[in-house]
Nanobody, 116 residues
Framework: QVQLVESGGGLVQPGGSLRLSCAAS????????MGWSRQAPGKQRELVAT???????NYADSAKGRFTISRDNAKNTVYLQMNSLKPEDTAVYYC??????????WGQGTQVTVSS
């Protein structure tokens, strides 16, 4: 059974930082491309960042320079370090896992709220 469990969300003031974690189980983590997506109320889901099985990364323009995605294959965990947070970063953040044949899995999401 595949499980992706996100943690680390919460309430933070503008300009603050959060680190999201996603612990994966039931998959051969090292061969999966991992990612983070988000969805704000009334808005379409947005792909924020991805990291390939080889460690190459890609970011949405909204995340470049502020967010960093990383992975620890020994811990089956992917991270999203978010700095200089803005109110428009408020959303539910989802962890995703995609294998080489494009099967994809999603976590249940973690809420991030940026507000003073």
């Amino acid at each position: 059974q595949v499980q992706l469990v996100e943690s680390g969300g919460g309430l933070v003031q503008p300009g603050g930082s959060l680190r999201l974690s996603c612990a994966a189980s039931g998959i051969r983590f090292s061969i999966y491309a991992m990612g983070w997506s988000r969805q704000a109320p009334g808005k379409q889901r947005e792909l924020v960042a991805t990291i390939s099985r080889y460690g190459s990364t890609n970011y949405a323009d909204s995340a470049k320079g502020r967010f960093t995605i990383s992975r620890d294959n020994a811990k089956n965990t992917v991270y999203l370090q978010m700095n200089s947070l803005k109110p428009e970063d408020t959303a539910v953040y989802y962890c995703t896992a995609r294998n080489p044949i494009d099967s994809e899995y999603w976590g249940q999401g973690t809420q991030v709220t940026v507000s003073s």
